[in-house]
């Protein structure tokens, strides 16, 4: 009778730890913040705080929204699927699936007005293992397939248990905040460093000043691999030639282009290729300054 009952209390012991395997509360993000308006990057933290039961799902509560949907995220894990749910009329959506092999896909759903959704393609590019802490993780690296999607930064490395590391949820490419990349990730087992950056430390960028041209020009693939596209679209009463600079996350100027002359008779967008396989991994800042003295900045992470 002892062992029945002990072997009954192993079963519940067990189940409740593979229930509670993921994101148990108190467990922490802390990512990078900053605006167009920013001259520097704040930490943007995101916690587990609670659970709860939503159609006979067993939900994480989190105290970050995805997507603005409400103040709040409630997210549930499953098959190595993890959903979020959105609210009552949109329900559950796929955001990670870890079952997914090398060169297979999967499709996220997000809201972009009103009732309406839109979808994006995500393909796993590659996978593998990654030892953090002692422990290993299982590891992705994807990236969208729907370019012109209003997804933001939702490529790249992927760990199980943790997520994707430059910004857990995707955000909207012509949103004015941005999330990203991870500093830190801490649960109840262990603390992971991602980023020299103490996780409760406003960094300041050098003497940077972004403006209201922030949405005249883009900058993509962000991460970056080989080579980054600065395009620019423009009206013809502005200035027509650029200065580009780029500079390390320490402040350093490591590139320049001088009177980079973008107008051509007739055509009111021109881009121009920057290559970036000559920098090693990390964070950059590209500085694009106008004739005018107006300036704008973009982070960008080279993977």
Not at 156 to 174: A, D, Q, R, T
Not at 269 to 280: L, V
Request: hydrophobic content about 35%; glycine content about 6%.
């Amino acid at each position: 009778m002892n062992k029945l009952l002990f072997t009954i209390a192993c079963f519940f012991f067990t189940t409740s730890l593979v229930a509670q395997s993921w994101a148990p509360v108190g467990t922490k993000w802390t990512y990078s913040a900053y605006s167009q308006l920013s001259s520097g990057e704040s930490p943007w933290v995101m916690e587990c705080i609670g659970d709860t039961v939503i159609a006979g799902k067993s939900c994480r509560i989190f105290n970050k929204a995805f997507l603005g949907w409400g103040y709040k995220s409630f997210l549930y894990y499953e098959n190595d699927k993890i959903f979020v749910y959105s609210n009552a009329q949109y329900g559950f959506h796929l955001l990670y699936d870890f079952s997914v092999k090398a060169g297979e896909t999967y499709q996220i759903i997000y809201p972009v007005y009103d009732n309406i959704l839109d979808t994006s393609i995500i393909i796993v590019d590659s996978i593998g293992k990654t030892i953090l802490a002692g422990d290993t993780f299982s590891t992705q690296y994807v990236r969208n397939l729907t370019p012109y999607s209003d997804y933001w930064q939702f490529g790249g490395k992927v760990i199980k248990s943790i997520g994707n590391l430059n910004c857990f949820f995707p955000g909207f490419m012509h949103q004015h905040f941005y999330i990203g990349p991870i500093r830190c990730y801490q649960d109840s087992l262990r603390t992971i460093k991602f980023s020299k950056v103490p996780c409760d430390t406003d960094i300041v960028w050098a003497t940077f000043t972004p403006n209201y041209l922030e949405d005249s020009i883009k900058t993509y693939p962000n991460p970056v691999g080989s080579n980054l596209w600065i395009e620019f679209q423009f009206n013809y009463q502005d200035p027509f030639e650029y200065d580009i600079d780029i500079y390390s996350s320490t402040g350093a100027k490591i590139h320049s282009e001088s009177g980079v002359n973008i107008s051509v008779t007739g055509i009111n967008e021109r881009k121009i290729k920057i290559p970036f396989e000559r920098f090693s991994k990390g964070i950059y800042f590209i500085k694009i300054t106008t004739t005018n003295g107006q300036t704008v900045i973009r982070k960008i992470i080279k993977a």
